[in-house]
């Protein structure tokens, strides 16, 4: 039965994507598009970069198993379905942001007979290491590495905790350097947005938390963004606290997938009016100057 309404569910996305009028986007929570509302401006920036949204492999979808056994019993559901429920919400939250700045092409919503084919290449060409967000100043950076693990005495023994990992994010490595000529060949696409990995786990504040059983959940997104050239332009993680103790996956989906978009698709280069647009607006500016200290006169 769970199967059953999984692929209803999939079928109906597909549905959505596979039609010829691409013009309009829904995410997750309400957020929507429609292009061809936009002004000639807008459309025009569009124009300037195509993007490729490559979702996460599966096997980086991070376990949480106190938690996840939770969000199967309130959904009703297995646990493989609340994982591919997840990755596709994830996936229409981005692609709804991310086509509003650009054209973009998502291999999960691709139906040309290559693009599963084409992401499954993708998987096999890329490997995964941690590294410290580049937001993250130099200064910072050293204090870190001399704070990285913190010595603990428990029970006679010294433990020690990596606090630098927490905040680290899961960046990748272009094993294949025919990966991207590849893509762009074929789709067109000038710059591609990995999201490399995900958490969504319990997050507990003290130990209080643990003995009452109150909790909030932490929803860790990370990304790596790449040109055409194989250059790193962006990579980092999008941690989000969720105060209320829910088990309900739509729910978690809904209220917190469209705010980790947001924060993902900044990341992107932001859209640069053309030449002519900005004279044009210098010159109404110019003009609107004038003939203010003409009437000042």
Known sequence: MNKVLFIILLFSCNLLFAQKDTSHFEGEGGFQINTQELDSA???????HKVMLIMYDPMMQLPDPAGDVELVEEAKKDLPYIKKRIRLGLDLSLYARV????????????????????????????????????????????????????????NGEITTHDKQVETKYMNISILDPNLLPYLNFNYGTDLYLFITQLEIKKYFTDQADISYGTYSREIKVHYSLFDVKGSQIAGDVIDIIYPPSTNDIEEIIRNN?????????????????NASEEASK??????????KKSRKK
């Open 282 to 291: 210098q010159k109404t500016k110019t003009a609107k100057e004038l003939n």
């Open 99 to 154: 086509a509003y700045l650009y054209e973009t092409v998502d291999l999960m919503k691709e139906y040309n007979g290559n693009a599963a084919n084409d992401l499954k290449k993708i998987y096999a060409s890329i490997g995964y290491h941690y590294e410290i967000p580049s937001r993250l100043s130099e200064e910072n950076k050293k204090s870190e590495r001399e704070a990285e693990k913190e010595s603990n005495m428990t």
């Open 42 to 48: 807008t459309q025009a920036q569009r124009k300037q």
């Open 257 to 273: 997938f469209p705010e980790v978009a947001k924060q993902i698709s900044s990341a992107l280069p932001q859209p640069q009016r």
